[in-house]
């Protein structure tokens, strides 16, 4: 009913506004008004113009008006009006990209927020001056609309499964990765006791597992139940698994770590992903824990934090981006985590891979200045110091730092984001999980020695122990990591999975 009356006020004030931005500064080039003591709009003539009945039916609206008021704005002689009107367009297609989000939802609906510029409806206020008054009512409708507290949001996880011949990935993603996503979402009245300050503010969650996989281990996200990613829509709140095959980048042969990036070869990711509120990209050595029900970020775009940092590092990437002409805040040890909203996420994630590449073909050369030292004692460097292995995290370190402007310390939420597995804190603080090398349980290099023991006909009595469902309030992140993994063991059929051949999906 709600929408019904949005779309009904749209007839009153959203299709004139555009009519009259139209005729505002082209005037009779594609609509006449016809001046009178009640302000009356006549039928829009077209010419060879985009049809306006036709524009709200069309998913790309926004970007044919926005183009067509454009080009248009860029011939009009008048500086006063034309930026008048480029600050009010502005306002336009700021709410149309940031409410419409790429659904298949009528552009109409969206507009709905701009009709507080119905005083804009009189010849008299098309003046230049009255136009910044129209300004000032758009933008407190901007402000007002940003306000409203949404009921539901939908999150994605995207992760990239890769091939091994001793199935590692697959045991991850087995044991780790998705019986935890499934938990939380199959226990989502756990967000009641999530200590998390603003945990009761969020939204209710859809939270989708999205996996590219190499087609090998795409029989394992078959095996959990994952839905084919090209053949599903995304028009329910049920949180869902999803995969798509992916055979990865040619150069992923020589650095595996480009293909956390496969997305990027889908032509159709971004449409799908722009049906998201927000994004996740993640490793799959992590568990996701209930509290990710509970947090969101407070900027559009935060990472984890990363471990790689060293003295020398630290001066030498910004280096580099000096050369590259890119701006770097100063701000290292940039998590492999990210989250964030999908544009700017997948404007990173680009910046990430093209200069991710850069540092993997380019700043390893010993015949560089400044690292001859240390590429005389390896072809990879020296971990910290310089450590080619980590080329994805210098990549980027240097991308987030020129694409998020006044990019700080308090973007790193490190408290949040690949928070170690080890930790003996309250599970219920700590939304996303990540199995850090160490000697502490959890552990994951000692999991999967035993799950390779079982593989190969042994037994543990921690299958029996950890079959049943418990209640992880009380638990600490390490109890409900070990929780999670053993239960999978004992339920999910992941030994008899992992006996079969990797291309095997029966």
């Not at 183009?67 to 149309?96: G, H, R």
């Not at 659904?103 to 009189?122: A, C, E, F, K, P």
């Not at 722009?274 to 992590?286: A, E, G, H, T």
Request: hydrophobic share 35%; with cysteine; net charge neutral.
């Amino acid at each position: 009913m709600a929408i019904n009356k949005r779309v009904c006020r749209l007839s009153c004030y959203t299709i004139l506004i555009l009519m009259l931005l139209w005729s505002f500064f082209y005037a009779g080039s594609v609509i006449q008004w016809t001046p009178t003591k009640q302000p009356k709009v006549t039928q829009p003539q077209t010419y060879n113009t985009p049809n306006i009945h036709h524009l709200f039916a069309n998913k790309s609206a926004s970007d044919i008006i926005q183009s067509y008021f454009i080009n248009k704005l860029l011939k009009d002689s008048d500086q006063s009006k034309m930026s008048a009107a480029n600050k009010l367009l502005k306002q336009l297609f700021e709410l149309v990209s940031e409410n419409n989000n790429g659904t298949d939802v009528d552009i109409t609906d969206d507009l709905v927020h701009i009709q507080g510029t119905g005083q804009l409806l009189d010849k008299q206020h098309a003046e230049s001056d009255k136009a910044g008054e129209a300004i000032d009512t758009l933008q407190a409708d901007v402000k007002d609309h940003k306000n409203e507290k949404a009921t539901k949001i939908r999150v994605g996880i995207i992760v990239y499964m890769p091939y091994r011949s001793d199935q590692l990935y697959e045991m991850e993603f087995l044991s780790y990765m998705h019986p935890s996503w499934k938990y939380v979402t199959t226990h989502k009245t756990l967000k009641q006791f999530i200590t998390l300050p603003e945990a009761s503010n969020v939204p209710d969650m859809t939270l989708d597992l999205i996996t590219y996989c190499h087609p090998k281990s795409c029989c394992t996200a078959q095996k959990a139940n994952c839905k084919l990613w090209t053949k599903v829509t995304l028009d329910t709140d049920q949180s869902d698994c999803y995969y798509h095959p992916d055979d990865g980048f040619p150069e992923a042969a020589e650095y595996h770590y480009y293909n956390t990036f496969a997305f990027l070869r889908d032509d159709n990711f971004m449409s799908r992903a722009k049906k998201y509120d927000w994004l996740i990209r993640s490793d799959l050595d992590v568990f996701i824990g209930p509290a990710v029900l509970g947090w969101l970020p407070k900027y559009e775009f935060m990472s984890g934090g990363g471990g790689y940092a060293s003295e020398f590092n630290r001066k030498r990437i910004p280096e580099v981006a000096a050369r590259l002409n890119l701006t770097h805040h100063g701000i290292t040890n940039v998590g492999s985590t990210w989250y964030g909203k999908p544009d700017i996420f997948m404007k990173i994630s680009q910046l990430t891979l093209k200069y991710t590449k850069h540092f993997y073909k380019n700043e390893f050369n010993k015949t560089l200045d400044g690292i001859q030292h240390i590429m005389n004692k390896s072809s990879v460097g020296e971990w910290p110091t310089w450590w080619r292995p980590v080329s994805l995290l210098y990549g980027g370190e240097v991308a987030i730092n020129h694409a998020v402007p006044d990019f700080d310390i308090s973007r790193i939420a490190d408290k949040k984001l690949d928070y170690p597995s080890s930790s003996k804190l309250n599970i219920l603080s700590y939304p996303h999980l990540h199995c850090w090398h160490g000697d502490e349980e959890f552990q994951k290099f000692r999991f999967t020695t035993k799950l390779r023991a079982l593989i190969n006909g042994g037994t543990d009595n921690r299958t029996t122990i950890y079959k049943s469902d418990q209640d992880v309030k009380n638990m600490t992140v390490r109890d409900y990591c070990t929780f999670i993994a053993w239960n999978a063991v004992a339920n999910n059929n992941i030994i008899e999975h992992l006996q079969k051949p990797a291309d095997h999906c029966s």
